[in-house]
């Protein structure tokens, strides 16, 4: 007898309709699975074989084969067991074929029966959904992310036994509607507060939060580089619901996700510096995405930005600029999403201490190393450059600064003129605006655009550097609650971006 259950394959970041065809007739017993899978797929014969047999099901001795189509599709991980094993009941005619029609099945078993969570459910949901499947047979575990997709039933099953349950119409669907779970969790015991001095530092971060910005800080050690690039998630804008929709997506199809429902905090991401370029910005044999797709509409942290090896991090400059990255394997290539505020830190020399007084014991090829590891064209893409010093001994005893939720309010508050700027357009924020979008909807008077012409005459900029000082000072301007961009904007944006010549120099 011959059957066929629906379920879906992960491709990059959506999902494919596959069919689970089963057929058991007379032979000598085996069980294959043909259809271009990986070894997790294989290795479900044996998953599926146990946990009907320890669910109290037969499995029967005869010659079964399976086949996921479409055959040419690459199919990975265990997340096809489920529908294998309603394929075999229903086969096998120890369950009645008829929901088959309108559902898809997803999960992973365990050799004693229970269904186990899988990865990408969010991205399953939205194909069933544009299918036009009636619903959705998933992992308890996954039932509030699956349950994020409107018009389509789902229906949690925990084992074997409930599986069956729903074949024969016994089990109900659930109807909850996963909300948006309401303020971070982990990030709660970091705030801007606990930050003693660096008014600069603060500032930046705001302007980095208020415009997309992505931000460099360098300066010597102990000053509290990292210290602030951890809290900038903290004055984030809080997540629209378009914007965790997207990074439950990602962050569930490389298996990130863990809490039931919508990812409720903006990703803070801080790879290591060893990590390769396929690591940072996807790839691999599977296209698989990378930290820069991992840490979309969050932060991208590289904390020590000299010790990156430099092949890595020019890799990141087309993902920066474009705010997506395309991996290609073989046939295949994947776009991923990348829109992430960049924040990097570095000590400015090996030893850390240049500038600082005499103190510092770098010899001349050691600064030329150091320098030459800082790409240039990726540092020319770092919209704020600040050098940050070590707080005065008083700092620590002064009134705290503000609070990560005061400089989150006053952050939205700019946000929302952006929107309303750019509304209609890809561009969500300042930073996100192309050259012909910051020329249209920028309006600089004459002082503003005469100080921009003067610093690039002088050769402080290039072009690129040009735009981006304008959309920086876009930002400022939109933080003071000025229509027009004033000199005064393009002055505070022009030094929060200097700092990134005299890096060159102090290195
Ligand atoms: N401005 C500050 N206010 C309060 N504490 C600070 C400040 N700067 C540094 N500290 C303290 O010093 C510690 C080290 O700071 P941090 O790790 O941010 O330094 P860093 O600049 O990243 O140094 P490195 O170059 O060595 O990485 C912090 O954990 C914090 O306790
Ligand atoms: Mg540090």
Known sequence: MLSRVTTFAID??????????????????????????????????????????NSGFEFPSRRITANLAPAALHKAGPGFDLALA????????????????????????SLGGEVRPCRGVLAVAEGARQFGLRGLVVPVERADEATLVDDIAVVAVASIKELVGFLCGELKTRATRAALVSKATSNDELDLADVRGQEAGVGALE?????????????????????????????????????????????????????????????FRAPHHTISSSGLVGGGAVPAPGEVTLAHHGVLFLD??????????????QPL????????????????????ILVAATNPCPCGYAGVGDRCRCSEPDLARHRRRLSGPLVDRLDLCLSLQRPAIGALTQSKGPTSEQVRTRVEQARAIQSKRLRGLRATCNAQMDSRQTSDLVRASGPALSLLDLAYNASFLSMRGHQRVLKVARTIADLAGSV??????????????QHGSRLGEAA
Do not use: C
Request: glycine fraction near 10%; aromatic fraction near 4%.
């Open 321 to 340: 600029e474009d705010g997506w990255v395309t991996v290609v394997r073989g046939q295949r290539s994947v776009r991923y999403p990348a829109r992430a």
């Open 207 to 267: 302007i980095a939060a208020a415009g997309g910005h992505n931000l460099l800080l360098w300066g010597p050690p102990g000053a509290g580089k990292t210290m602030l690039a951890r809290r900038l998630p903290t004055i984030l804008p809080s997540l629209q619901r378009e914007e965790a929709l997207e990074i439950t997506r990602i962050h569930s199809i490389v298996g990130l996700h863990s809490t039931a429902g919508l990812v409720n905090e903006r990703p």
């Open 12 to 53: 990059g970041l959506r999902s494919r309709r596959v069919t689970v065809e089963v057929d058991i007739r007379p032979g000598l017993p085996a069980f294959t699975v043909v259809g271009l899978g990986d070894a997790a797929v294989r290795e479900s014969r044996e998953r599926v074989r146990a946990a009907l047999l």
């Open 86 to 109: 309603a394929g075999v009941l229903v086969a096998s005619g120890q369950a009645p074929p008829e929901m088959l029609d309108q559902w898809a099945f997803v999960g992973e078993l």
């Open 484 to 497: 027009t961009v004033e000199r005064e904007h393009v002055g505070s944006a022009l030094a929060l971006r």
């Open 304 to 317: 020590e930005l000299s010790e990156f090896a430099r092949s890595t991090l020019d890799a990141l400059r």
